[in-house]
């Protein structure tokens, strides 16, 4: 009876060191996904932030073109659009470029749309932003009123005189919203993973849907809330389904903009059972293997002490 009392007690010993294992392996291993996630949002969000910064780049070394200035100063504005229609013709991405005189009325423009010119484009969030800002300014995504109807975005700046260096006009130039999110259709965020890149409106950056009033606003999403702040994290919660899921988030810095992960709670999981499960049957097969050296331990020194007694 002594002999299996004393297996009996190695089993349970063994059994709560297995437990204690699993549940470290578990929680490593979710500790480790957390932070993978977090690493690809921050990821995410330095490429969103490098591609803004080209077009920046790229409206500050057109819009600083003293030809161009000269054009507009002269009242010459289809020259300068003519200018900037070349100097950006090697680009890929910018499928529209606009001048408008400093109150925003369009100009010129290429490729020319037919009655528009004359046109008060101040309610545009790109001319808020440059008039405020009085630097480049990145847009919102919006539907453009042009044919094809799609998302877009706008960089905007201002020319500036090239001697008095007083205002004179603001070039704007558009591209695809795809410019930003198109990168990401080719990656893998894990199974049932999403991504959403997020203006600094709190505007989904998406390809157009067939409903023409498809601009999805999430600024009122919490996690969105804490983003949009300028926060780094990574949290479970909700969604408006009722699904939990488990959210990584980072900012675009400089823009405003934001990067959002989201994974369903059950496949977000899957990973860390899986290799729960693969390290848990090495651990168990260690501990049966330990529980079988402590019952013949034990009862080899049972049977030692009747032998003497």
């Known amino acids: 009876m002594k002999k299996y009392f004393s ?6 010993f063994v059994g709560i060191f297995v437990f204690g294992g699993m549940k470290a392996v578990r929680d490593e291993h ?10 690809v949002a921050r990821i995410a969000a330095k490429v969103v932030e490098g591609d803004l910064d080209q077009m920046v780049d790229v409206i500050n070394a057109v819009g600083s073109r003293d030809d161009i200035a000269r054009e507009v100063a002269a009242g010459d504005w289809q020259g300068g659009i003519d200018l900037v229609r070349y100097a950006t013709s090697q680009i890929p991405d910018i499928n529209r470029v606009t001048l408008l005189d400093m109150k925003g009325i369009l100009r010129s423009d290429y490729p020319t749309t037919v009655g528009i010119h004359g046109q008060d484009f101040s ?8 008039t405020r800002t009085r630097k480049p300014y990145v847009s919102e995504v919006y539907r453009r009123a042009g044919i094809p ?10 020319i500036k005189h090239p001697t008095t260096r007083e205002d004179l006009a603001i070039l704007m130039m558009q591209v695809p919203a795809s410019r930003v999110y198109g990168w990401s259709t080719a990656y893998d965020f894990g199974q049932g ?6 203006d600094r409106n709190g505007n989904v950056v998406e390809e157009a849907k067939e409903d023409v009033s498809a601009i999805v606003s999430v600024k009122s999403d919490a996690v969105v809330s804490r983003v949009m702040r300028g926060e780094v994290g990574y949290e479970k919660t909700v969604n408006a389904q009722g699904d939990a899921e488990y959210v ?9 903009w934001s990067v959002v992960l989201r ?5 977000a999981l899957e990973h860390v059972r899986l290799n729960g499960k693969e390290w ?3 651990v168990a097969f260690m501990s049966a293997c330990l529980a079988v050296l402590f019952a013949m331990f034990f009862a080899a020194r049972m049977s030692g002490k009747n032998g003497k007694s």
Do not use: C, H, K
């Open 193 to 198: 993973g999403t991504v959403q890149f997020i």
């Open 7 to 12: 297996a009996l007690i190695a089993v349970l």
């Open 248 to 256: 990584a988030f980072a900012p675009v810095n400089n823009y405003g």
């Open 30 to 39: 979710e500790q480790l996904y957390v932070q993978n996630r977090q690493m």
């Open 263 to 267: 994974q369903p709670e059950d496949l």
């Open 280 to 282: 848990g049957s090495t």
């Open 149 to 158: 109807s799609i998302n877009v975005l706008s960089v905007a700046t201002i």
């Open 123 to 130: 309610f545009r969030d790109w001319y808020v932003g440059v």
